[in-house]
T-cell receptor, first 117, second 115 residues
Framework: GAVVSQHPSWVICKSGTSVKIECRSLDFQATTMFWYRQFPKQSLMLMATSNEGSKATYEQGVEKDKFLINHASLTLSTLTVTSAHPEDSSFYIC?????????????FGEGSRLTVL | AQSVTQPDIHITVSEGASLELRCNYSYGATPYLFWYVQSPGQGLQLLLKYFSGDTLVQGIKGFEAEFKRSQSSFNLRKPSVHWSDAAEYFCAVGESASGYSTLTFGKGTMLLVSP
């Protein structure tokens, strides 16, 4: 199956700093990528839909100025958590959909765990 | 709005015993249904999916699921559980209008396997 890779897997940062998480589709092109957030022992909550070459679509309640999403190419989307605070600590997961006719399957990255001190 | 309910937060099964994880969904149109598995600290792996056709779907690792429209259910089953199956399992429903790319997940069921 297709591979989606996230980097970094783990990141610890100080409060007030910004952190960038990358999501790459390694062996396919992804016109659309999705960013999810998962709290401990909770389900995945969709944060935003990222479309290559256009602005991301954010879900209700997600601060777009806080969580900056850039999808500059068909294989890379980035999530930047700006001015991170401890409440932003979470597990962030991206997923990607293959470009072209809808295949009906999303491929997920391995996740990035953010801890803000 | 679509929603997914996984009524069991965690389930413990003896190794070699059968398994059934419950999933109920709420969606106005024909649902696109998925089961994912997540190991600790890992991303999600697709086990199986249902779009149309045969309501009994076979997946990887010996899992299967049955779509029952009358019960709005898509329960996951495995006849004989292995210790390596211990993980968290998520049921999800996709929006057909958007090409089932936007998924709504259930809260997950943690599977524990006892010796």
């Amino acid at each position: 199956g297709a591979v989606v890779s996230q980097h970094p897997s783990w990141v610890i940062c100080k409060s007030g700093t910004s952190v960038k998480i990358e999501c790459r589709s390694l062996d396919f092109q992804a016109t659309t990528m999705f960013w999810y957030r998962q709290f401990p022992k909770q389900s995945l909550m969709l944060m935003a839909t990222s479309n290559e070459g256009s602005k991301a679509t954010y879900e209700q309640g997600v601060e777009k100025d806080k969580f900056l999403i850039n999808h500059a190419s068909l294989t890379l989307s980035t999530l930047t958590v700006t001015s991170a605070h401890p409440e932003d600590s979470s597990f962030y997961i991206c997923s990607a959909r293959v470009a072209g006719p809808n295949t009906g399957e999303l491929f997920f990255g391995e996740g990035s765990r953010l801890t803000v001190l | 709005a679509q929603s997914v309910t996984q009524p069991d937060i965690h389930i413990t099964v003896s190794e070699g015993a059968s398994l059934e994880l419950r999933c109920n969904y709420s969606y106005g149109a024909t649902p696109y249904l998925f089961w994912y598995v997540q190991s600790p600290g890992q991303g999600l792996q697709l086990l199986l999916k249902y779009f149309s056709g045969d309501t009994l779907v076979q997946g990887i690792k010996g899992f299967e699921a049955e779509f029952k429209r009358s019960q709005s259910s898509f329960n996951l089953r495995k006849p004989s559980v292995h210790w390596s199956d211990a993980a968290e399992y998520f049921c999800a429903v996709g929006e057909s209008a958007s090409g089932y790319s936007t998924l709504t997940f259930g809260k997950g069921t943690m599977l524990l396997v006892s010796p």
